[in-house]
């Protein structure tokens, strides 16, 4: 067994990254913690694109990637912009511009909402992702790289 594997994509990777914004102002990092994030290529853990970044490294590199809105959290999406009477809050719930809140979906998940206008009764919530439409930098460090363990078939037992 090497001590040096490879990032494919059957692998289990844990990392260090930060996720910063062409200005330089973070946006998230797991060394806030000193926790680095455990992940499996393919999980679904992490876009396609941040995966592809991942591809090839090994434990111990540092890598620095530049990707563009469409290929970190895309464009946002006029859809995704919903205007909702004050009626669908809370009376004691204070409604400000820029905060974030949690809204039930059908099936009992929840999703964030950032409050981005309040006019009267009328509230406008972002369901776009925080990060849409900007250009984000990816710094990495590969912690460990181990071949992920393969899904227990069901049934055949």
């Given at each position: 067994m090497t001590d040096n594997l490879i990032i494919g994509s059957d692998s289990e990777v844990i990392l260090h990254f930060d996720l910063k914004l062409?200005?330089?102002?973070?946006?998230?990092s797991t060394r806030v913690n000193n926790k680095p994030a455990k992940m499996v290529m393919g999980d679904g853990s992490l876009t396609p694109n941040f995966e592809a970044c991942l591809l090839g490294l090994q434990k111990g590199e540092k890598k620095s990637f530049t990707l563009a809105a469409?290929?970190?959290?895309?464009?946002?999406?006029?859809?995704n912009i919903h205007y909702m009477d004050r009626s669908r809050f809370g009376a004691d719930l204070e409604i400000q511009e820029?905060?974030?809140?949690?809204?039930?979906?059908?099936?009992?998940?929840?999703?964030p909402g950032i409050i981005r206008s309040v006019a009267g009764d009328s509230i406008t919530v972002d369901f776009n992702h925080p990060l849409a439409g900007q250009t984000v930098i990816f710094d990495v460090e590969i912690v460990d790289v181990k071949v992920a363990p393969s899904p227990t078939p069901q049934g055949d037992q």
């Amino acid at each position: 067994m090497t001590d040096n594997l490879i990032i494919g994509s059957d692998s289990e990777v844990i990392l260090h990254f930060d996720l910063k914004l062409e200005d330089g102002s973070a946006a998230d990092s797991t060394r806030v913690n000193n926790k680095p994030a455990k992940m499996v290529m393919g999980d679904g853990s992490l876009t396609p694109n941040f995966e592809a970044c991942l591809l090839g490294l090994q434990k111990g590199e540092k890598k620095s990637f530049t990707l563009a809105a469409n290929d970190a959290f895309g464009e946002p999406n006029p859809n995704n912009i919903h205007y909702m009477d004050r009626s669908r809050f809370g009376a004691d719930l204070e409604i400000q511009e820029g905060a974030i809140l949690a809204f039930s979906q059908p099936d009992g998940s929840e999703i964030p909402g950032i409050i981005r206008s309040v006019a009267g009764d009328s509230i406008t919530v972002d369901f776009n992702h925080p990060l849409a439409g900007q250009t984000v930098i990816f710094d990495v460090e590969i912690v460990d790289v181990k071949v992920a363990p393969s899904p227990t078939p069901q049934g055949d037992q």
